[in-house]
């Protein structure tokens, strides 16, 4: 379907709704996106007429309600080309999923191997690894950023050496919005004998995402993003690799038989799904997959990118802001500051306007340090979003320096 943004917005009933009057504007879409009606439907669909477990029951809502997840599994796994659907592994983030794999390949490490991640990572992706090398002595190193937001690829060739067992890195920072060149990262890593790990939560919404074209061995990413459910997150992993490693939660679902003596474990991905899943999220992504796909995918990327240097042009207008990430290759992601106010007092000022942004760190500290400031605010561009959103973003934070002059 040709894309186009006012029927992409009705789609979305929470865009309909206005505060004293006026239209909501939200720009916090990197956050956590809104819902389509068909999101909101199947959920609450499944929930009224098929509700039940997965997997484990005979009786007609057990399987009607077991397709409907198995099916969301598959519409993934077509959805980042994956090889097999057995590849996919549905955790209950993209925090978790990335956790999973610090735990599971993580005793496959010894003290004195390196895990090389970047200073442009959220939290999920550093934390894991921190904990790691806490508890094994194995070396966490930093590939360092360049003044325009952009990885340091001489500095990062530098760190990779053959005692790097794993490079974990964004597809697309969150901050920044800078575009890692990941194909070319797992290259590199793969000729040193590394495995690769790539954090998609924004990669995966705003970039088309071929898992096999890439090459890497692990790709992570949240549903809530992706204008799908919260409380379910997504590991893909090449089904090889996945079959050498141990599971991280014991449980139901996850055990082939246990006795008092022995257990044996199920076949990935089961092996790594312990416990009853996230059954209506699933259906949900599902929904939202099914949703996104319906649009010219790539002019909805243009869409935003469009919007994103418009908001670009009218920021660099305002003397007393600063922005941050200017990398040749770069997602619709906007994070700013202006001279003398801090973040939050910006964001509250813009929330006046009925314009949600997000303010603070963005789970991202290191980045922040290296950029020599305590806080930041950021625009997330999505697809629902218009040019007079973002005039009325420009004007607000014009607003706000006459404010705080």
């Not at 925090?95 to 010894?110: D, M, P, R």
């Not at 590199?188 to 090459?215: F, M, N, S, T």
């Not at 040749?328 to 001279?339: P, R, V, Y």
């Not at 979003?385 to 404010?403: C, M, P, R, Y």
């Amino acid at each position: 379907m040709a894309f186009d943004v006012q029927s992409v917005r009705q789609d979305f009933p929470i865009l309909s709704r206005e505060i004293n009057d006026k239209p909501l504007i939200y720009l916090d879409s990197g956050a956590s996106a809104q819902k389509p009606q068909a999101v909101i439907d199947a959920m609450s669909g499944a929930m009224a007429h098929s509700y039940a477990n997965v997997h484990r029951g005979l009786h007609r809502l057990a399987n009607e309600v077991t397709d409907a997840f198995e099916a969301g599994r598959e519409t993934v796994a077509k959805f980042i080309n994956a090889a097999r659907v057995e590849e996919v592994i549905f955790t209950k983030s993209a925090t978790e999923s990335i956790n999973l794999v610090a735990q599971t390949f993580g005793q496959t490490l010894q003290a004195g191997d390196e895990i090389l991640i970047t200073e442009m990572e959220h939290h999920a992706n550093i934390v894991p690894w921190h904990m790691l090398a806490q508890r094994s002595g194995v070396v966490l190193k930093w590939a360092p950023i360049l003044d325009d937001g952009s990885l340091d690829i001489e500095a990062f060739d530098t760190l990779l050496t053959d005692k790097v067992r794993i490079v974990a890195i964004a597809h697309m920072s969150n901050v920044l919005g800078t575009i890692n060149p990941v194909k070319a990262i797992v290259a590199k890593a793969h000729a040193v004998g590394a495995k690769v790990l790539i954090d998609g939560c924004q990669g995966v919404v705003h970039l088309p995402v071929d898992v096999q074209d890439i090459g890497a061995d692990f790709y992570a990413f949240s549903a809530h993003k992706l204008y799908g459910p919260t409380g379910l997150g997504v590991l893909w992993g090449r089904y090889d690799l996945l079959e050498t490693l141990p599971p991280w939660q014991g449980g139901g679902e996850m055990i082939g038989s246990v006795s008092k003596e022995r257990i044996t474990y199920a076949d990935v991905p089961h092996r790594f799904e312990a416990g009853t899943p996230a059954i209506l999220e699933v259906i949900g992504l599902k929904a939202a997959i099914d949703w996104l796909n319906q649009w010219d995918r790539e002019a909805g990327v243009a869409h935003e990118q469009a919007l994103y240097q418009r908001a670009h042009a009218g920021l660099k207008t305002i003397n007393s802001v600063r922005i941050y990430g200017e990398a040749a290759e770069k997602g619709s992601i906007l994070t700013f500051s202006l001279a003398s106010a801090h973040a939050h007092d910006v964001a509250q000022i813009l929330d006046r306007y009925n314009i949600a942004v997000r303010a603070g760190t963005h789970c991202a500290e290191p980045l922040m340090t290296r950029l020599g400031v305590t806080s930041t605010v950021r625009a997330s561009i999505a697809l629902y979003n218009t040019e007079a959103e973002i005039d009325a973003l420009i004007a607000g934070v014009e607003k706000a320096q006459g404010f705080f002059e």
